[in-house]
């Protein structure tokens, strides 16, 4: 980090996926935090070149793009890779980051159980920080966090995951880490009749120790999760919608902050959230 005029510390961030929608979310959040500098980017392409908000030109005096992350270390010296790519890069990125001794914070659903153990072996090895947020949404966050304090009491649920059409992984990140956190507290058993059939299937959706997850797919739509727990004669829905970017604003900032303040593997920001 570098000195900011005496107002304390600046931190470096180097930007995987910038040209991209939550890429150009997280450059619009850091231009706007007073501590916070984008020093490059990281891209598969247009190396040598600049981004200047979603165009790419040779005017140097926007951010500067690399293909080699090594490269990109030499010339700028980040404090952390923010990693807003897919889940086979993202997992490529943040392996070479963690070597090169680079905090890392990661805004892609889709890894693996075993990419994740490999993270986060990194992240201890290195001593640096990986901070995995399968949502940025602060209120999407709460959302989980009151799911499973209710799944306590209510047992019986399913999750509807609703994404824009242009979403690669299903279910999402978001879906999974809410099964997840709610197997913590529910006994695992089968919802619904023990001798039911699917007639076509996937009907019933994806099978999490008798959880259901549906994914649901339509233009229009951006993130939304519904949190379904029944009881007898009652039902209780928790509901989060994201209409805007803007709202993965907060928590982008949090997880920034976090990372240079810790060296800690922390997958859901759930878990930096009191």
């Given at each position: 980090?570098?000195?900011?005029?005496?107002?304390?510390?600046?931190?470096?961030?180097?930007?995987?996926?910038?040209?991209?929608?939550?890429?150009g979310?997280?450059?619009?959040?850091?231009?706007?935090?007073?501590?916070?500098?984008?020093?490059?980017?990281?891209?598969?392409?247009?190396?040598?070149?600049?981004?200047h908000?979603?165009?790419?030109?040779?005017?140097?005096?926007g951010?500067?793009?690399?293909?080699?992350?090594?490269?990109?270390?030499?010339?700028?010296?980040p404090?952390?890779?923010?990693?807003?790519?897919?889940?086979?890069?993202?997992?490529?990125?943040?392996?070479?980051?963690?070597?090169?001794?680079?905090?890392?914070?990661?805004?892609?659903?889709?890894?693996?159980?075993?990419?994740?153990?490999?993270l986060?072996?990194?992240?201890?090895?290195?001593?640096?920080?990986?901070?995995?947020?399968?949502?940025?949404?602060?209120?999407?966050?709460?959302?989980?966090?009151?799911?499973?304090?209710a799944?306590?009491?209510?047992?019986?649920i399913?999750?509807?995951?609703?994404?824009?059409?242009?979403?690669?992984?299903?279910?999402?990140?978001?879906?999974?880490?809410t099964a997840?956190?709610?197997?913590?507290?529910?006994?695992?058993?089968?919802?619904?009749?023990?001798?039911?059939?699917?007639?076509?299937?996937?009907a019933?959706?994806a099978?999490?120790?008798?959880?259901?997850?549906?994914?649901?797919?339509?233009?229009?739509?951006?993130?939304?999760?519904?949190?379904?727990?029944?009881?007898?004669?009652?039902?209780?829905?928790?509901?989060?919608?994201?209409?805007?970017?803007?709202?993965?604003?907060?928590?982008i900032l949090?997880?920034?902050?976090?990372?240079?303040?810790t060296?800690?593997?922390?997958?859901?920001?759930e878990?930096?959230?009191?």
């Amino acid at each position: 980090m570098d000195e900011k005029g005496g107002n304390g510390m600046t931190i470096k961030l180097a930007i995987a996926g910038a040209r991209g929608r939550m890429g150009g979310t997280a450059v619009l959040a850091a231009n706007e935090a007073a501590d916070i500098e984008v020093v490059a980017a990281l891209d598969y392409k247009y190396d040598g070149q600049f981004l200047h908000n979603e165009t790419v030109t040779e005017m140097e005096d926007g951010i500067p793009i690399y293909t080699s992350l090594t490269a990109l270390k030499a010339a700028h010296n980040p404090d952390i890779l923010l990693d807003v790519t897919d889940p086979d890069a993202v997992f490529v990125n943040a392996s070479e980051a963690l070597t090169l001794g680079m905090h890392v914070v990661i805004g892609t659903s889709g890894l693996t159980s075993e990419m994740l153990t490999d993270l986060e072996r990194l992240s201890k090895e290195r001593q640096k920080s990986c901070i995995i947020a399968p949502n940025f949404s602060i209120g999407a966050v709460l959302m989980m966090k009151f799911a499973q304090q209710a799944a306590r009491y209510l047992g019986d649920i399913e999750i509807l995951e609703m994404h824009h059409d242009r979403k690669l992984d299903s279910p999402s990140g978001t879906a999974v880490k809410t099964a997840e956190m709610i197997r913590e507290v529910r006994a695992a058993h089968i919802q619904g009749h023990p001798e039911e059939q699917e007639t076509i299937p996937g009907a019933r959706g994806a099978d999490i120790e008798g959880m259901k997850i549906h994914s649901i797919r339509l233009p229009g739509l951006l993130a939304h999760q519904e949190v379904l727990l029944g009881g007898e004669g009652e039902l209780l829905k928790i509901r989060h919608d994201s209409f805007d970017r803007k709202s993965f604003m907060p928590g982008i900032l949090l997880a920034i902050r976090e990372a240079v303040s810790t060296t800690q593997f922390v997958y859901g920001l759930e878990k930096i959230i009191d």
